[in-house]
């Protein structure tokens, strides 16, 4: 166990909806990551938040949104969603800013989001 | 645009023996590299790391080395463990862009009895 929870476990909608996942971060922790693996490929950075502050931008989609909370849980808002949405999503969280030493992330279970 | 590439998507090996899990990347600005172990229904989970400055890290039975000029790094796993069994995936990131980390595609380790 991480520490890390993502909620929901698993998701199924329809194109064209809108869903939101939520990530609460280890207790402590200011970063949170967010990273989508579609069937076969890496993780793909999404984006990456500190103390509630947008850091780094990664290929995220205009469609896709997030913020990190004061109590620092994290949200990704996925809009206008699309077949080709449908992926593991995992939020990370680390309790440093910078990767100098680039500590390790602590990966939440994921969500599995199901376009249909 | 993969900046970070593992070119076996699945390997095999016998329990008790080494287990060479290999990584390349394109981007020489790159000065971290990670890896990262992943089993079914469960999110990545840190295994060990290397700085650019070194071009060996070791921890317990696994062994992490950094070739710079060949932009390939590969995971070593010595003895080789049925619970070693999992996905693997390396992952970089650059000092002056710190907060971006790419992640490879995974290499599939199945160690047999």
């Known amino acids: 166990d991480s520490g890390v929870t993502q909620t929901p476990k698993h998701l199924i909608t329809a194109t064209g909806q809108r869903v939101t996942l939520r990530c609460s971060p280890r207790?402590?922790?200011?970063?949170v990551y967010w990273y989508q693996q579609s069937l076969d490929q890496g993780l793909q950075f999404l984006i990456h938040?500190?103390?509630?502050?947008?850091?780094a931008k990664g290929n995220i989609l205009e469609r896709f949104s997030a913020q990190q909370f004061p109590d620092l849980h994290s949200e990704l808002n996925l809009s206008s969603l699309e077949l080709g949405d449908s992926a593991l999503y995992f939020c990370?969280?680390?309790?440093?800013?910078?990767?100098?030493?680039?500590?390790?992330?602590?990966f939440g279970p994921g969500t599995r989001l199901t376009v249909l | 645009d993969q900046q970070v590439k593992q070119n076996s998507p699945s390997l095999s090996v016998q329990e008790g023996r080494i287990s060479i899990l290999n990584c390349d990347y394109t981007?020489?600005?790159?000065?971290?590299f990670l890896w990262y172990k992943k089993y079914p229904a469960e999110g990545p989970t840190f295994l060990i790391s290397?700085?650019?400055?070194?071009d060996k890290n070791e921890d317990g039975r696994f062994t992490v080395f950094l070739n710079k000029s060949a932009k390939h790094l590969s995971l070593h796993i010595v003895p080789s463990q049925p619970g070693d069994s999992a996905v693997y995936f390396c992952?970089?990131?650059?000092?002056?862009?710190?907060?971006?980390?790419?992640f490879g595609s995974g290499t599939k380790l199945n160690v047999k009895p």
């Open positions: 992952a970089a990131s650059a000092e002056n862009n710190f907060n971006k980390f790419y």
């Open positions: 981007n020489s600005m790159f000065d971290y």
């Open positions: 290397i700085s650019s400055i070194k």
């Open positions: 207790s402590g922790d200011l970063s």
């Open positions: 990370a969280s680390s309790p440093r800013l910078d990767g100098l030493g680039s500590d390790e992330q602590f």
């Open positions: 938040y500190y103390n509630g502050e947008e850091r």
